[in-house]
């Protein structure tokens, strides 16, 4: 009796009870946001459509398709009528204002918010070669390099993807969904559900090393935190106690943890190479490159290209001031290189050698000093005993002569 009248008591005391009535006169209640307007929006300026599908990309509804349009000679957005919720996201995306809702376009130009969209992106910094190709992509201008680094700003990118096709390795960019990271959430709640009440069963030892975080891909989700039994500092990003579960890198939802990822190229089908009779060796080609393919030979001082470190992102052919990188097979390629390499590899076993043998010389040279320097010293010291010695008689010969006078 004493709790009921505790509840109700808690309950007039909030003032659930007006709320309650208050709630279907709540002006917010009947009036519709002004967003919804239930008329779909329309393609008004189609010749200004840049086809890069951040309509369809912010569509809860998946309601716009990319089709061909054989006047426009491009793709451009269809709406179905019948799927649309008329949330007027297509409207706020568009980087060109192709579209148009009543008056929405004009409503919320200029205003400060994150594009909607369903992926996002990022750009994974250990597998980055730092091309720039993803820059220059960007149909919006939102990626930019900051401190080595390039960047996406995830509040104004619209997710067309052009960065990921301009990229030239392998998930150098990392793309995630709302879905997958709700999935993710769950799972680690469970977890760590199991984990509070003793029931989480941890196989030690299921990954080879200790992981680490990549500090731009970290979102800061905590889900690594709370399924990790042993302990992560996430204003660190660091991994400070570990038994090597590999929970943390499963439910990772932008692999921010991770023990090892190669780069990878995606393209092997050409290759670049340095005409050297073109080349002026300003040795530009050898700073731009983010993937140690470019060496100086040792021959002739002119950088050349390693074909099976080259990742063909661009970059060395598109800042060399005369023009002498060229693309070609990846088979004329290596022959062009086959001579350098080969140079390079003698040489360095040459140097390798010599390194060794100046080592070894200098330790010889070092003893025999030691050697020398000893038995120097232990000659003096006779030296000195003997003409101690002679002294010594002269003075009793000089003693014995003047006693017997």
Known sequence: MASSLWYL?????????????????DKSSYIPPERYRKIPPIVKFPEKCISCEACKESCPAFAVEMVYSEEYNKNLPVFDEGSCIACANCVEVCPTGVLEMDKHRIETEGLFFDKPKYHNLIIDE?????????????????????????VINMALCISCKECVKACPIENAIIIFDEKTLKEKIDKAFEIKNKKTIGKLEIKENAIEEIPHIVNGLCISCGICK?????????????????????????????????????????RKDICYVIDEDLCIGCRICYKVCGAGAIKI???????????????????????????????????????????????????????????????????????????????????????VYEENKRIKEMKRELYDKGNNS
Not at 134 to 147: D, L, S, T, Y
Request: hydrophobic share 35%.
């Open 297 to 383: 030979s040792k021959e002739t001082k002119l950088p050349y290209i390693v074909p099976e470190l080259c990742v063909r992102g661009g970059a060395c052919a598109r800042e060399c001031p005369v023009e002498a990188i060229k693309i070609v097979k990846p088979e004329e390629a290596e022959e062009a290189v086959k001579v350098r390499i080969i140079e390079d590899k003698i040489i360095e076993s040459i140097e390798a050698d010599l390194i060794l043998y100046t080592e070894k010389y200098g330790k010889v040279k070092e003893e025999i000093e030691k050697l020398s320097l000893k038995k120097l010293k232990e000659e003096l010291k006779k030296r």
């Open 226 to 266: 709370d399924v990790c039994v042993g302990e992560i500092d996430l204003k660190e990003k660091k991994v400070v106690k570990c038994v090597k579960c590999g929970l943390c890198i499963e439910l990772c939802p932008t692999t921010a943890i991770r023990i090892y990822k190669p780069i990878i190229s995606k």
């Open 126 to 150: 250990e597998v980055c070669v730092r091309c720039g190709n993803c820059e220059r992509a960007c149909p919006i201008n939102v990626i930019e390099r900051k401190e080595g680094k390039y």
């Open 9 to 25: 008591y808690e309950f007039a005391r909030k003032k659930w009870i007006k709320r309650f009535i208050d709630a279907k006169s």
